[in-house]
Nanobody, 118 residues
């Protein structure tokens, strides 16, 4: 199973980005995908995940109402739409599976840098 994240970039506060996580080697039907982020000098934190069974979605409190996770099973891709971005959202974002349970995921994609700065 391989995961590939993309879509990061530099935006001003209040801006938007959409991250993508393409899964290959397996179907999204078997993988609850999560997004994680790690800011400089901080530990990695879980951001959001989407269930592989009923597409339930979950969010860290700091991103609720601003971020939306979704998936396209036909494209084997999970998205993270990030709106109203803040400087505190600056981090390297990675996708992983399984991403909706405690403990370290088994599969990781490479990170994509998100920088929010004026």
């Amino acid at each position: 199973v391989q995961l590939q994240a993309s879509g990061g970039g530099s935006v001003q506060p209040g801006g938007s980005l959409r991250l993508s996580c393409v899964v290959s080697g397996s179907s999204l039907d078997y993988h609850p995908i999560g997004w994680f982020r790690q800011a400089p000098g901080k530990e990695r934190e879980w951001v959001s995940c989407i269930s592989n069974t009923d597409e339930s979605t979950y969010y860290e409190d700091a991103v609720k109402g601003r971020f939306t996770i979704s998936r396209d099973v036909a494209k084997n891709t999970v998205y993270l739409q990030m709106n109203s971005l803040k400087p505190a959202d600056t981090a390297v974002y990675s996708c992983a599976s399984p991403g909706c349970v405690a403990g370290d995921p088994d599969y990781w994609g490479q990170g994509t840098q998100v920088t929010v700065s004026s």
